[in-house]
């Protein structure tokens, strides 16, 4: 049986909702019954019951009612006697909360405990005496102890009846403060003589269904006359007294005069018709009247006592006064924090204004010893707010950052505006739980490494380092080489970076003369959902090594011709033989050349430079000095090891060309001398003749067309475009030389007086035999034709 429900709701200012129904239910009801069913009045889902963890909280230590999730209704966990939980306090009822997280919510429950009659009324004492002056008039006024009744309502006392009704009846006086007060009228006067001693009884009666009994014997003995009852001075007294007042303390004094003389005036005073919570706590002394403290009393407790004092004389007439005792408050409790819900985990991205823990405060003081203000300590990104009344909650006031910090120990600090005033606090420990938003940072913007050419493949280069502020998961970095290419070859065929630990290695093995430098980028990503990541761009140095040795151009080495520079025997010292020309397509020192002359027919009579490479006389020719001369040079680069390259330089010391052909037969193979000799040589100079002719011809023709090509190109405002001669490539196969390489000297009207004579002394005087060809003479008329011609670029093709 559930009793009728009274249901509210109201919005909480702190998104969380906050409702109120109320049930009403009879005392010692079995365990088990129904209370109400909370789900259906709140508008409650039974699936939210469970995912909320749905709870009862409440600040008393015995619960007597739990909460069935199942089902989403209330139950008697334990037998309510309302007497013991409330007294005569109504209305009685249970004040609790249920609880719900993600998100928290809380609704409030009150269960008011309606009186069942299941106590009879009862007095505190089983007899009482009277003594009764035979003279006592009739409508005479005797105050009786008033039972008592722990049930309230129609269950409680009702009425009394006295018996026997010879001579009093009982009568009901209402007191202001709404209680009554029992009172045995005299209706027919005592006679001593026929009746000294009366015995009465007293029932009292309740209003329950039965109604329930207690009674009181009544034993009065009847005195001689005694016409005057004691009076007291005030008919109520009113008092005060600080709380926690040691026992012992004087309240307050009640003086009771009578205008008898002898034992009929002698007073004494005495406590009755005490309430129970007052029961125990103040004594009078019987002589004097004096009102003293026995207990301890407390405001929060109760902070009225109302008490009756009656003073007998020896007569037997009675008087009675009140006594109001009111009890000052003390500020002594301190403000008690009760933790209704809260989150030890809360993500660093999360919202401001997101409740993390929801706080009920209480003071059982009163005025300005019980109000409360709390606050939190500072410099932290949370906020106390006020949701209702004694319920605070604890919010974030910004956004938080989980790397700037991992966790908060938050105080909160109550304190109530007592003097002295009194605080209590509470230490909240909250963890910030991560969120990928931060990017890995390499510790560098941009990288530049070097690996020497000739590696071995897989070799380590380098290492990228990347960090991220994030946490586990979130930062743990990945590395990536992003796609792209190096002439037009993927970079992943030339490096390759671990994904774990960031180094580069190398994939291949690089060579400095096909690729000197080339740039990547590398992506660092973390492992956040999604991740994020940041690039970095390498640039790689491949660096020289002396790998190549140097290559000879000038002179060129032919296989089956013998090539000879002319030195006419008129040269004089320093004259310019010829120019030994060689490169090296390493770089730096490893490139820089220097020559020198390993072996010679003759020592005494060439040098040759160090730096450049020419081939000087460093005497006087004479006739006595051989026709054939044989220098070997040698060309070495300064790379470390040094590489080296040797060229065979002949050299004709001779006025003439049939000298020289007479001196320069052993040059050429001796297997291809034969008894036609004289003929193949008749022949060959006069097809040699005839070929010079020939070029003269040709040069001249050319000579005055260039001529008068440059007159009008010099009268005419056209643009002048140069002339590059085609480029050398390498056709020989041998992969020495990796790139192209063009020599052109352009010499002046005056270049014959220079040093640098590569048309005259390189060219002019160049005596090719070739024993496999008629035309050896025609060539050198050829070339001596076009190398004389001052105008003329000397192309010198590798």
Not at 72 to 86: F, P, S, T
Not at 225 to 238: E, I, R
Not at 330 to 351: Q, R
């Amino acid at each position: 049986m559930t009793g009728r429900v009274l249901l509210f709701f109201s919005v909480f200012s702190v998104s969380s909702v906050f409702g109120q129904v109320s049930y009403s239910i009879p005392e010692e009801m079995p365990k088990g019954s129904l209370v109400g069913n909370m789900a259906r009045d709140f508008g409650l889902d039974l699936k939210r019951l469970k995912s909320g963890k749905a709870r009862i909280y409440t600040r008393d230590s015995h619960g007597y009612i739990e909460l069935n999730k199942e089902r989403g209704v209330l139950l008697i966990k334990e037998r309510i006697d309302r007497e013991a939980l409330c007294g005569q306090t109504t209305p009685c009822a249970l004040h609790f909360q249920i609880i719900l997280e993600n998100p928290m919510e809380f609704y409030s429950v009150t269960v008011e405990i309606t009186d069942v009659n299941d106590n009879p009324p009862s007095f505190e004492k089983e007899n009482v005496k009277f003594k009764i002056s035979e003279s006592a008039a009739r409508g005479a006024t005797f105050i009786l102890d008033r039972a008592i009744d722990p049930d309230v309502g129609s269950n409680g006392l009702q009425t009394y009846r006295l018996e026997p009704t010879d001579n009093f009846v009982v009568k009901l006086h209402d007191q202001a403060d709404g209680t009554k007060n029992v009172e045995m009228v005299l209706e027919k006067p005592l006679d001593r003589e026929k009746n000294e001693q009366l015995s009465l009884v007293l029932t009292a009666v309740d209003g329950g269904e039965p109604q329930m009994t207690g009674t009181m014997q009544i034993l009065i003995t009847v005195l001689d006359v005694n016409d005057n009852a004691p009076v007291f001075t005030q008919s109520v007294y009113k008092a005060s007294i600080q709380e926690n007042a040691p026992v012992g303390t004087v309240i307050v004094t009640v003086t009771a005069t009578d205008a008898d003389h002898g034992s009929n005036g002698r007073i004494t005073y005495s406590v009755s018709n005490v309430l129970d919570h007052a029961r125990g706590l103040f004594d009078v002394n019987d002589e004097s009247g004096e009102i003293r403290l026995k207990g301890n009393v407390d405001y929060e407790k109760a902070r009225t006592f109302q008490i009756n004092i009656r003073a007998s004389d020896d007569g037997g007439l009675v008087a009675s006064c009140k006594v109001m005792i009111d009890v000052i408050d003390v500020n002594d409790n301190k403000p008690d924090i009760h933790i209704m819900s809260k989150s030890n985990v809360i993500s660093e991205d999360a919202e401001p204004g997101t409740v993390v823990t929801m706080i009920n405060i209480e003071d059982a003081d009163s005025g300005e010893n019980g109000k409360v203000q709390c606050s939190i300590n500072d410099n932290i990104p949370f906020i106390m707010k006020s949701s209702n009344n004694n319920f605070y909650s604890l919010m974030t006031d910004s956004g938080l950052d989980r790397e700037r910090a991992s966790e908060y120990n938050i105080t909160v600090t109550c304190s109530d505006e007592g003097v002295p005033s009194l605080s209590s606090s509470v230490t909240l420990t909250l963890q910030i739980s991560d969120v990928n938003d931060n990017a890995p940072v390499f510790d560098r913007s941009s990288y530049e490494a070097s690996i020497v050419e000739n590696n071995t493949p897989g070799l380590s280069i380098f290492t990228v380092r990347a960090r991220d502020a994030d946490w586990k998961q979130n930062a743990r970095v990945s590395y990536i080489l992003e796609d792209s290419s190096v002439n037009g070859v993927p970079v992943s065929s030339y490096v390759s970076v671990s994904a774990d630990s960031g180094v580069i290695n190398a994939v291949r093995s690089f060579d400095y003369e096909q690729i000197k430098d080339f740039q990547f980028r590398v992506r660092a990503q973390d492992g956040g959902s999604p991740p994020l990541s940041s690039n970095v761009t390498v640039r790689m140095l491949i660096q020289d090594q002396n790998d190549n040795p140097p290559q000879v151009l000038y002179p060129v080495q032919t296989g089956g011709s013998v090539v000879a520079e002319m030195v006419p025997r008129a040269a004089d010292v320093g004259y310019l033989v010829t120019k030994v020309v060689a490169v090296d397509v390493d770089s730096g020192q490893n490139a820089w050349l220097s020559y020198k002359l390993q072996r010679a027919t003759d020592r005494a009579l060439f040098e040759v430079g160090s730096q450049n490479g020419e081939i000087r006389t460093i005497r006087q020719v004479s006739d006595k000095d051989a026709v054939k001369q044989r220098l070997t040079v040698i060309v070495e680069d300064n790379g470390q090891p040094s590489r080296s390259a040797t060229v065979i330089v002949n050299v004709a010391v001779a006025d003439s060309f049939p000298e020289v052909l007479s001196e320069f037969t052993d040059f050429t193979q001796d297997k291809e001398y034969n008894d036609n000799l004289t003929f193949y040589l008749v022949l060959a100079l006069a097809v040699v003749s005839f070929l010079f002719i020939t070029c003269l011809v040709v040069i001249i023709s050319v000579k005055i067309y260039r001529w008068r090509q440059s007159r009008i190109l010099y009268h005419s405002s056209l643009p002048v475009i140069p002339y590059y001669p085609p480029r050398y490539s390498d056709t020989l196969g041998t992969g020495t030389l990796q790139h192209v390489y063009n020599y052109e000297v352009c010499r002046t009207t005056d270049s014959r007086k220079s040093d640098c004579k590569f048309g005259r002394g390189g060219s002019q005087n160049v005596l090719i035999m070739d024993p496999s060809s008629t035309g050896t003479m025609q060539r050198i008329q050829s070339e001596k034709s076009i190398l004389d011609e001052p105008d003329s670029p000397l192309e010198v093709r590798i």
